[in-house]
């Protein structure tokens, strides 16, 4: 397990919130951790791979796709929040997030 920091955090809220902005078309600023994915940013489970394949690389991770499914079958990604909690988990447990 990775120990994850304030700062950590921030440097994936940082990447997340800039992914989404690109992909989606749209303003980071107007992106808050309630921003709905379907509904505010009309996103796809494509862009929810992509970033995680990112954040993998970026950590020096392997990660999953199927563990990361799992989880999400326990704990459904609405908001931007959601992902993040999720994205720190990743960060921490990598694969082992279905546990948590």
């Known amino acids: 397990m990775r120990e994850i920091t304030e700062a950590v955090k921030q440097e994936i809220k940082e990447m997340v919130f ?3 902005a690109e992909e989606c078309e749209t303003d980071k600023n107007a992106i808050t951790e309630d921003t709905n994915l379907q509904e505010d ?4 489970s494509l862009m929810f ?3 995680i394949e990112m954040t993998a690389e970026k950590y020096n ?3 999953k796709l199927q ?4 989880y999400i079958l326990k704990t459904p990604m609405n908001t931007m929040h959601d992902v993040l909690e999720m994205f720190y988990k990743i960060y921490q447990y990598g694969d082992d997030i279905v546990n948590q």
């Open 18 to 20: 800039d992914y989404y």
């Open 41 to 44: 940013l009309e996103s796809d």
């Open 49 to 51: 791979v992509e970033l």
């Open 61 to 63: 991770m392997e990660i």
């Open 67 to 70: 563990s990361i499914g799992k």
